[in-house]
């Protein structure tokens, strides 16, 4: 029964919160830690389930997650989730200027400047949309396409090389940038067809989860529970009372955008390598980094909704 097998694969993998991107991370890591090179056959199997494909979707998503921000609509949306997406780029940036300017490239609670910054500057795009479409003004799903953007890697390296206080690194920063423009420009100018690429966004993610996995060590990984839960802790202290603050006192709206943005994104896993090409020597923390990170997107999608969900009951915004 092909058919049934494949429906329990994929609703297995929808059961674990950001599961489709994790599982096939797990079980590529799972491989690479018994038997590394284990499927590089040939120069087309490389490509296909090593971490050579990485670049490649990383810029696929760039591309795809900048066509559903509509410029018709950014005005309005930067009046709120703009500014909250600022604010979190600012916090990300002075704690990692002082994280980088006190400790150089040690660790805190064996948490790095890197992963510190990393997932400060992430936000999930599809919980959000879920989230606001379910709770919120029938507006704050115009963020969707901003939300998307700011989850690429380009975020975190910007903020990463102003906190450094060296010179910025342009070129990785445009090469992500290009596939962002140009998927908000075709995403604008052809809306049937920014239409059929979004769904493209929840199928690359189990691919996109294998040549992830393919770079971490389930041995080494394994020491990053504990920090990867600190991470977690952290990033809900230092942002969600900040934003939900912003949002409900001196924007006067319900809160549920700031709490919707408060979590981190699968497609963050990529950011560490990303950075890492452009300062060479964050290379050997990277496979920890990404372990830390990725116990962050486990904890942050299930304890959002749960933190969201409270929240609009309490001020009776839950829709029947």
Not at 174 to 190: C, H, Y
Request: net charge positive.
């Amino acid at each position: 029964m092909p058919g049934k097998g494949v429906r329990v694969m994929l609703k297995l993998m929808r059961r674990v919160p950001g599961g489709t991107l994790l599982i096939p991370m797990f079980l590529s890591a799972l491989l690479n830690t018994a038997f590394p090179e284990g499927l590089y056959v040939g120069s087309i199997s490389q490509a296909f389930f090593s971490a050579q494909g990485t670049n490649y979707i990383v810029g696929f998503l760039c591309f795809v997650s900048a066509m559903g921000l509509d410029v018709k609509s950014l005005a309005q949306i930067m009046k709120k989730q703009g500014m909250l997406l600022v604010i979190k780029f600012m916090i990300a940036y002075v704690l990692g200027f002082l994280m980088i300017k006190y400790l150089g490239g040690g660790t805190i609670l064996g948490l790095s400047s890197l992963a510190i910054i990393v997932v400060l500057t992430s936000t999930n795009p599809a919980l959000y949309m879920a989230l606001v479409k379910d709770l919120s003004e029938k507006d704050d799903a115009l963020a969707f396409g901003l939300a998307g953007v700011f989850c690429v890697p380009a975020v975190p390296l910007l903020v990463y090389s102003l906190s450094s206080g060296t010179d910025i690194v342009w070129t990785p920063i445009i090469s992500v940038v290009i596939p962002l423009l140009a998927g908000m420009i075709i995403g604008n100018l052809d809306h049937e067809f920014r239409d059929f690429c979004l769904p493209a966004i929840g199928i690359i993610m189990p691919f996109f989860g294998w040549v992830l996995g393919d770079s971490i060590n389930l041995f080494q990984a394994a020491k990053a529970g504990l920090a990867g839960i600190i991470l977690s802790v952290l990033f809900y202290i230092i942002l969600l009372p900040t934003l939900y603050f912003t949002e409900t006192k001196l924007l006067k709206a319900n809160g549920l955008s700031a709490i919707a943005l408060t979590s981190v994104a699968g497609v963050s896993l990529a950011a560490p390598s990303v950075i890492a090409q452009a300062y060479p020597e964050l290379e050997p923390i990277v496979p920890l980094v990404v372990s830390q990170i990725a116990m962050a997107v486990v904890i942050t999608s299930v304890l959002t909704p749960m933190i969201a969900n409270k929240i609009a009951k309490k001020k009776n915004l839950v829709k029947h």
